[in-house]
């Protein structure tokens, strides 16, 4: 099997070292240089040719960000974000998955031994999966267009027993901003389930909320899931929708890790499939693994209709493959079509 090439990209020498080291201990990845900064980093990627990227989220002279707003629309590669849990680093992982990279790791704040060691497992983890990643939609990538919102969809009759249900992991930050930032104002209340350690969902809710026509916050255990309003699942809590009378509301319950996952989509879905039924519509994104296919496939038998991202726009097709796979999935779209299809969907066009 062929090694996966990785450049490291950290101002710190210490740093480069551990990452250098503990990356080598890994039979199936090459680290093949470290620069200090992302000037140095430039060249050696030219000449170097890796097939992953690990970058630091705050570097002096240039942070990751503009690094990487540079680097993929010339040459599109998949990058791993090295991140702190300050404020200002976890916006800046957001900036960053916004300008392409395709994920990021933590770095420890305590037990700093402890914690290295888990660091390393996830990165080599999370090296291997952006390997796979599909990013050359970044290449000569145009200036976004102004984006269109879906006509109002007051027409809707009893839109307030209607819920949209998506799940998404790695890719799945820009993904989902694509699909609901198209989702009007009178949007049927909607639950997310996007794989994302406690301390950035919050951040992202508000991020979404500032592009959005509805009004998107990291849900809290006991909110209503009304028409208007997205509720992102924190991290860290699996979410689940109940039924109470004649409305839904959302459980949110720290658990064991569900499919590798806590929150995790197929909890959601499960959930979804009980209490929502076929007033449900299902949306699978982008990411790797299977959580939210089992979900996928018992909301479906409940009557659901259910949408999953196809390959060639999918970051990595794991979760949607493993679903359409399972026979949960009723139609497969591009990421740009999957808004204006579940609306004409709950507006009855169900051809």
Not at 120 to 148: D, F, G, Q, Y
Not at 206 to 215: A, I, K, V, W
Not at 285 to 296: F, H, K, R, V, W
Request: with cysteine; glycine share 10%; hydrophobic share 40%.
């Amino acid at each position: 099997m062929k090694k996966i090439r990785v450049l490291i990209v950290d101002d710190s020498a210490l740093v480069r070292q551990i990452l250098s080291e503990g990356l080598s201990k890994d039979e199936n990845i090459e680290v093949v240089g470290s620069a200090p900064d992302p000037y140095i980093a430039r060249d050696m990627i030219v000449k170097l040719r890796p097939d992953v990227l690990t970058l630091d989220v705050e570097m002096p002279k240039m942070d990751g960000v503009e690094f990487l707003r540079k680097l993929m629309p010339q040459y599109p590669l998949p990058v791993v974000m090295v991140s702190s849990l300050t404020q200002r680093g976890k916006q800046v992982t957001l900036d960053a998955l916004d300008a392409g990279a395709v994920d990021f790791v933590t770095k420890p704040t305590a037990n700093l031994k402890d914690g290295l060691n888990s660091l390393i497992m996830e990165l080599r983890t999370k090296v291997k999966i952006a390997s796979t990643a599909n990013v050359s939609h970044w290449k000569n990538k145009p200036l976004p267009m102004a984006k269109t919102c879906i006509q109002s969809v007051a027409a809707l009759s009893e839109t307030t027993l209607k819920v949209i249900a998506i799940g998404a992991s790695t890719g799945g930050t820009e993904a989902i901003k694509k699909v609901i930032d198209m989702f009007p104002r009178t949007s049927p209340g909607v639950v997310i389930v996007q794989h994302m350690p406690a301390g950035f969902t919050k951040m992202y809710a508000e991020r979404l909320n500032q592009s959005c026509q509805m009004e998107v916050v990291e849900a809290q255990d006991g909110d209503r899931v009304v028409p208007g309003k997205v509720l992102i699942a924190p991290g860290g809590f699996h979410m689940s929708v109940r039924r109470v009378g004649g409305e839904y509301i959302v459980d949110c319950k720290a658990g064991e890790k569900v499919n590798g996952h806590c929150p995790s989509v197929t909890v959601l879905f499960d959930s979804v499939s009980k209490q929502v039924g076929a007033n449900a519509v299902g949306v699978i994104l982008t990411g790797m693994g299977g959580d939210g296919a089992e979900g996928m496939k018992a909301m479906k038998d409940a009557g659901a209709f259910n949408i999953a991202q196809d390959e060639k726009t999918s970051v990595i097709f794991g979760m949607p493959k493993v679903a359409i796979d399972k026979g949960g999935v009723n139609e497969i779209l591009p990421l740009e079509k999957i808004a204006e299809r579940v609306f004409s969907y709950l507006k009855g066009k169900h051809g």
